[in-house]
């Protein structure tokens, strides 16, 4: 139950198609792809799993800011570490594709935000978030103050309890609004 | 195996998949039958017997609709669809015909769409310049397209219904129509006479005159047929007229079809875009960009933006503390600075005004001088265009509006300017046909219009209309040629600090958009004269596209101060309804005021539907915008709802913690 060698089964093809957002040419295109990053020994085991470090290679992740967080999330590995299985590839590409639903993007979109994995964005998270956002070096993040005045207003916003966190549904309820998240949260091989 | 209990403030791993009644854990699979519950948990479980339910009740989307929109991994859908699988003991016939149809629905779909992504022009190049300059940029191109598209569609419509026909029945020799009317009013004869240097073709082919003329570029060629055959029989007149209206519908159906998911949005988020500083963090960071320099570019972008916006909000706290007299002066200044800017708009009108006049009195004469006079109605708008809002933005400076407000100030002024400009010089041209609106004296009263000097009046609007397309497509490339390229190669070869100081030049999208919505306005209010136009504007359309795509990617820096594209896109489709309203004007107007020229005169009497016809159109806006009205109200009202909703919630928390 996984591929193997370099062409994909067909029946696994069209399970795939059906289980995530991803057209023929867009699968056939990943299985591609990954199959570059796997040495020659891997390439005949089934199921393997790439490491981090070899997928951050991939032009599409390698200057995002959020790549590590990216790898992250869609890893099933048990040591969290970050490897990905063709699957979890897979996931990755159909979360981010043309035709995924909003519900499914923001979902993502909040996980991947969730530094700490806790289920909430607090103060912390934000604060992280902001930073990858703006650039991590001293001269491209924002002032204490404005860091400050920043958060916030975030929270003034988004959290509609207001018990100090955004929680996924205040989250949702914030992407809806935007018009531009659904083509702008898209990664495209 | 065990599950973590939540306890509130833990710092345990959230386990995402709980909340669909999946254990992460694979070996816990179990069948769940109904709500009886083996484990601890508290949460809702996945409802495994709810498709079916669905089904019967939508007969739509079966469970692998359900599955891809589920986040979980896809070892586990595939575990779910196992189970579901083996959970369908009876499935009627029915439902399972229904199942395989919407799953072939859907394969046919996907290959449509793969298939019409083959078709869609320029999809690649848009990506490209999506991910290097940004959405702002990318919205000016996609319109672009859309304006091609549009006039392309157009011309075909035109040709198919009156172009081709024309073709064929004056090759085949129709029969023309008497028509009545005056000995003197019928005298048009355009065709040169005895020798023709060859420069002049070249004059002709800049003005629209000589060869040009009597052609089928423009009204005056298209006989009066009415061609009758044994079996059929086509009113030509009556078809031009016919496609000119259906023309205007198509284009105004397309952009508020166009406008429609951008206009939802725009009334579902509602709120300014100052301060929306949760929307700006959760959502503007493109994924889709690539390089280390796009991404440190937008990376630049963002933390501009909340700095300006954290700066537009310290800047109103210091406004609303202002005392009563530095009030006082700043807004006296602000309405001192307005009328200065329409008194510089007025100005610039009446020197449009002025150069329409002579040159129309100065149209005879011949060679480069001729060529000039000709031209220098859209020379004069283009310097208009260019300098007013050079001195708009300096005006601004002084005004000291919050920068957003300051951008849509000066948008709608260089708005005003550049359409009504156009519509001032046909006011001048309408004066000089008329008579100067008086129809019965001096040279008018012969024909009911100045036939002396417009033998054919709607051939010489549309000469007028085609002049002001082709200059301002020549004037786009002469920028760019002696400008652009230039000012790159300075900036780069020369390090000095005036170079650097200068820099290259920044993609300017508004002034951009606002040179495609006043070309497009041009052609719509000369479409009815010069039916070739949407021809001409398509291949002007595309090779603008060409060449503003080589200049952008050689010439052009990317911008710092970012565009919301959403938003603008919906602006530019608004402003395009405005010229689409002037054009509309013009043509109803010219066939219902004007005389028609006896000789050319197509239309005797078939234009009273026009007055209903707009009527309904104006209807059916009002309808649009009273609907938009009350979806933008009860997004308030359901937000105010969830806002009180979340209070109760924190009420009764507290209230049972106590």
Known sequence: MGTTASQLGKDMLSEYQELTFLTKQEILLAHKRFTELLTKDEKDLPNTRVPMERILTLPELKSNPFRKRICNVFSTSEYKDGGLTFEDFLDLLSAFSDSATLEIKSHYAFRIFDFDDDGTLDC?????????????????????????????????????????????????????????????????? | MSIEPQRPGSREVHDYTEEYGYHSDQQSLRLRRGPSRVSNQNQPQFDWSSPHEEEDEEGSSGPPRDLRATPLPIALKRA???????????????????????????????????????????????????????????????FLRFLVVLNFVSFLLIAGFVLVPSIVFRSVGAALVNSTGQGAC?????????????????????????????????????NNTMVEDKNISYNIPLAYLFTAVFYFVFCLICIIARMGTAARVVVATGSSTVGDYSMIVFTSWDYGCLGDRATKLKQKNIHYRLQVDLEEESIKKRAAALTLSQKIVLYSLRVFMCFVSFGLIIAAFYGIFAATEFSQVKSGQEGILGLFFEYLPSIVITAGNFVVPLLCDQIALIERYSPSTTVIVALLRAVFLRLVSLGVLLFTLWRQITCEGAENTGECKLCQYNHLLYPCW????????????????????????????PRRMVVDNWSNKLAQ???????????????????????????LFCPLLPLINTLKFILLFYFKKITLFHNCRPALKTFRSTTSTFFFLVVLLFGLGLGTVVMIYSLSEIRPSMRVSLFIGSQSFSIPLFALSCVVMCYFVALASVYGKSVALLRNQIKLEGRDKQFLTAGASS
């Open chain 2, 458 to 485: 709607e051939t010489r609007v549309g000469q007028e209309m085609y002049k002001l397309t082709l200059f301002d497509f020549l004037i786009n490339i002469a920028v760019l040629v002696l400008v652009e390229f």
């Open chain 2, 80 to 142: 779910i669809r196992q189970v579901q699988q083996m959970q369908v003991p009876v499935v009627s016939s029915r439902d399972s015909w229904k199942r395989k149809k919407a799953k072939s629905l859907r394969k046919l779909k996907d290959s449509g769409m793969g298939f019409l992504s083959f078709f869609s022009l320029w999809s690649k190049t848009l990506q490209k310049i999506g991910g290097n300059f940004g959405g702002g940029v990318q919205s000016y191109f996609l």
């Open chain 1, 124 to 189: 912390r998270d934000l604060e992280k978030l902001v930073n990858c956002l703006t650039g991590e070096t001293d001269d491209t993040r924002l002032t204490p103050e404005e860091m400050r005045q920043l958060i916030n207003n975030i929270l003034e916003e988004s959290d509609i309890d207001k018990d100090g966190t955004v929680n996924l549904s205040e989250f949702q309820h914030v992407i809806s609004r935007s018009p531009d998240f659904v083509s702008s949260f898209k990664i495209v091989l």
């Open chain 2, 186 to 222: 019928l005298v048009y004869d355009p065709n040169p006479e005895g020798l023709v240097v060859f420069y002049n073709y070249f004059l002709d082919l800049l003005s629209g005159t000589g060869f040009m003329e009597y052609s089928y570029l423009f009204y005056g060629y298209y």
């Open chain 2, 501 to 527: 100081w200068v820099g290259r030049q920044e993609f300017v999208v508004p002034a951009n958009v606002l040179g495609l919505v006043y070309g497009q306005t041009v052609v719509w209010t000369g479409a």
